[in-house]
């Protein structure tokens, strides 16, 4: 049974405070994505790995970065967080390449006040 | 880049009842199409999913449809039941091979009415 976790379910930080979001899958998966949702927009891709130190911009990447130095694991960065940065933020991982399903984890819902 | 249109946005069916959601995407290039379904506070989780080289996959009562030439796909549930009730999320891959991310549609609420 494939697992993805996540650091928190819940994050409350300040306005220009470095945000960590981390996440850990279990399934040897090459593949890690992050994905913000909000209500009304649906899944937003922000970043995504292929492989250990590899990274891709999504379509919203502005304000944050990544990091992926083990294949387990991928940390979303919030340099400076901002208020327009409170959302849901959900991990994804998958295996291979071509499309194949991907695994999400439970989710943090991040507050920025 | 890749855009995925969904509609509709809130769909209430009697129980027993068909629903069909649809979905447009724009880059011809693209070639996974999956659906997931999320239900209330928990993750988003595949349901079903389809590449460009078939046009139509059936799983018990959850069936894909793909038009390649118009861009467009669609899920029907046949025989809905409460359990259906859940915000289902059409998506694309990106760049249509490799390890993409996906593109989503905005969502569907679906609501089954007893």
């Known amino acids: 049974d494939v697992k993805v976790t996540q650091s928190s379910r819940y994050l409350v930080k300040r306005t220009g405070e470095k945000v960590f979001l981390e996440c850990v899958q279990d399934?040897?998966?090459?593949?890690m994505f992050w994905y913000r949702q909000d209500p009304g927009l649906g899944l937003r891709l922000i970043y995504f790995?292929?492989?250990?130190?590899?990274?891709e911009k999504g379509d919203i990447p502005e304000g944050y970065s990544v990091s992926r130095e083990k294949k387990e694991r991928f940390s979303l960065i919030l340099e400076s967080a901002s208020t327009n940065q409170t959302s849901m933020y959900l991990c994804?991982?998958?295996?291979?390449?071509?499309?194949?399903?991907?695994?999400f984890g439970p989710g943090t819902r991040l507050t920025v006040t | 880049g890749e855009n995925v249109e969904q509609h509709p946005s809130t769909l209430s069916v009697q129980e027993g009842d068909s629903a069909v959601i649809k979905c447009t995407y724009s880059?011809?290039?693209?070639?996974?199409f999956p659906w997931y379904k999320q239900e209330l506070g928990k993750r988003p989780q595949l349901i079903i999913d389809?590449?460009?080289?078939?046009g139509e996959k059936k799983d018990q009562r959850i069936a894909v449809t793909l038009n390649k030439t118009a861009k467009h796909f669609s899920l029907h549930i046949t025989e809905t039941q409460p359990e259906d009730s859940a915000v289902y999320f059409c998506?694309?891959?990106?760049?249509?091979?490799?390890?993409?991310?996906?593109?989503f549609g905005k969502g569907t609420h679906l609501i089954i009415q007893p």
């Open positions: 880059d011809s290039a693209s070639n996974y």
């Open positions: 790995s292929y492989d250990v130190k590899m990274k």
């Open positions: 389809i590449r460009s080289n078939v």
């Open positions: 998506a694309a891959s990106k760049r249509g091979g490799g390890a993409d991310g996906l593109t």
């Open positions: 994804a991982s998958s295996y291979g390449t071509g499309g194949h399903e991907q695994y």
């Open positions: 399934m040897d998966h090459e593949n």
